[in-house]
């Protein structure tokens, strides 16, 4: 662990207040707000951070050659301090998402830069622009500390945190908060994010913690599961119907697997598309009968110069007409990026829509346009979700409708063998990472939804073989 003491904490006469009190108070079920007041906050924590001062060498580096054990270091760093509005959060696990290794590779853009246009926004941001950056954008602990005029949660209360960051006063987040030109990524564009002993966030990122759920289990889910409630569900994304299909690109990693759980749900099918024999037999477990394994049958759909390349496009369209009933799927689920956009364009069905979040394989795309103009399909951008979206999907999960999609766990001294392992796609589902919570499977509440629900189904990914 590098040592790093970022903002040292003031000279004290008594030995400073340590983290094992508020542990112990949590892991006692304790949830009295008056117990959480009183205990002491230590001045320094444990986080994942990024330093500014490691920028320009890895900028030097192609970022196929960046190493993310060069970019991203445990540290101490100083405990962050609520201002009004915010909540300081007790971080007993959190999640690693995609935008983890983008962080790590300081791609698209320097999150320094990030960090320095967030400052810019309102006046209270500025404590964010340091030479470090604390990412992770999921969180599940206890609301430990709350700055003045927070009246959603206290101390005690058990949350997982939405990872969407808006203005106070922009006028077009009353429309969307999508359309606020100012929204950020917490613990991606912001700093205080997950991965750390503490995290920072706005009192309007605050969610329930399913009761059901481990600690590891509730931080893995917020990030993915809202962004594909906004993708298939939302009157803002593809507005999914009942019994409509959908072809789903990385149908076993993080987004996809919700996606599987969503299309079943509203009597839909799903088509999974997935890269090994093993993929394909956990996309089956998770009740999808249409699944194609993009390895074997060996597709390349576009050519060397990304120009899209006609004869896979066409095979790959009669091997999903064949699982689909002799259709072409109304949904096209993409995020994947330019190794199949224009499969997707062209694969989905006249009048469809392709619902597009990302870019994991390239953000410039290439497309034949005649298969979308003349077939009126469109193409949704979504990015995240609103508040509402993100509250209205971590209901599902309150319900048991969807669920956990967990597939290994790292402690925050091993996280970035975690983040390693998702970057070589060598992971399914979700990884979680342990911050205060000495191991997994604490955290449980509600025994009694749990067994309601299934043990193996709430654990599927993390028993089966997924490689
Ligand atoms: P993930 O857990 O790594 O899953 C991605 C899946 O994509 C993998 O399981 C892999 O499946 C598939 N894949 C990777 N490269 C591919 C390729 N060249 N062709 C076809 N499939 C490929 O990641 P995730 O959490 O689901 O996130 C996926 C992407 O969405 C990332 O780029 C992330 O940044 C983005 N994202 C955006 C938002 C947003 O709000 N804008 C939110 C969440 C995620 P197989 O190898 O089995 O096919």
Not at 16 to 41: C, H, K, N, Q, W
Not at 186 to 201: D, I, K, Y
Not at 264 to 271: K, S, T
Not at 341 to 347: D, G, K, R, T
Request: net charge neutral.
């Amino acid at each position: 662990m590098t040592t790093l003491i970022l903002d040292a904490p003031p000279q004290r006469m008594r030995p400073a207040p340590t983290v094992e009190a508020l542990r112990d108070l949590i892991l006692s079920g304790e949830m009295r707000a008056a117990a959480f007041e009183g205990v002491p906050l230590p001045d320094s924590m444990r986080a994942l951070i990024l330093r500014r001062q490691d920028e320009a060498a890895l900028r030097d580096l192609p970022a196929e050659a960046r190493d993310l054990r060069r970019s991203l270091h445990l540290a101490k760093v100083a405990v962050p301090q609520p201002d009004a509005g915010e909540v300081l959060v007790a971080v007993m696990a959190a999640g690693l998402n995609f935008n983890t290794i983008w962080s790590a590779l300081h791609e698209p853009m320097s999150p320094f830069r990030y960090l320095g246009q967030f400052a810019q926004i309102e006046p209270g941001n500025a404590k964010h622009n340091l030479d470090y950056q604390i990412i992770g954008s999921d969180a599940a602990g206890v609301v430990v500390r709350v700055g003045a005029g927070v009246a959603n949660c206290r101390p005690g209360d058990r949350v997982v945190i939405h990872p969407g960051v808006v203005s106070g006063t922009s006028v077009a987040a009353y429309r969307d908060a999508l359309h606020d030109p100012d929204i950020k990524a917490w613990g991606f564009e912001t700093n205080f994010g997950g991965l750390a002993e503490f995290c920072l966030v706005r009192a309007n990122q605050i969610m329930p913690k399913p009761a059901h759920l481990s600690w590891e289990e509730a931080a893995s889910l917020p990030l993915v599961n809202e962004t594909v409630y906004r993708m298939l569900i939302s009157e803002n994304g593809a507005r999914m119907q009942l019994g409509e299909s959908v072809l789903i690109w990385g149908a076993t990693g993080g987004l996809g697997s919700l996606a599987i759980q969503y299309v079943l749900r509203a009597g839909g099918r799903p088509i999974a598309v997935v890269s090994s024999h093993a993929k394909a037999d956990l996309a089956r477990a998770l009740g999808c009968e249409a699944v194609i394994d993009r390895s074997a049958e060996g597709y390349a759909f576009t050519g060397a110069d990304g120009a899209p390349n006609m004869r896979d496009l066409l095979r790959f369209r009669k091997k999903v007409k064949a699982l689909n009933h002799g259709r072409e799927p109304e949904i096209v689920f993409e995020h994947t990026g330019r190794e199949t956009f224009a499969a997707s364009v062209f694969v989905a069905a006249h009048g469809g829509r392709v619902v597009t979040c990302g870019s994991t394989s390239g953000y410039e795309h290439a497309y034949d346009n005649r298969y979308l103009w003349m077939h009126v399909k469109s193409i949704i951008g979504s990015h995240g979700a609103t508040y509402h979206e993100a509250w209205k999907a971590n209901d599902l999960v309150c319900k048991g409708v969807i669920n956990p999609v967990l597939s290994q766990t790292y402690t925050l001294t091993e996280a970035v063998a975690g983040v390693e392992r998702m970057r070589g796609n060598r992971h399914v589902g979700k990884i979680g990472v342990l911050c205060l919570s000495p191991r997994e499977g604490l955290g449980i509440e509600d025994s009694g939804l749990r067994t309601l629900i299934g043990e193996d189904r709430l654990t599927l990914f993390a028993t089966r073989p997924n490689r």
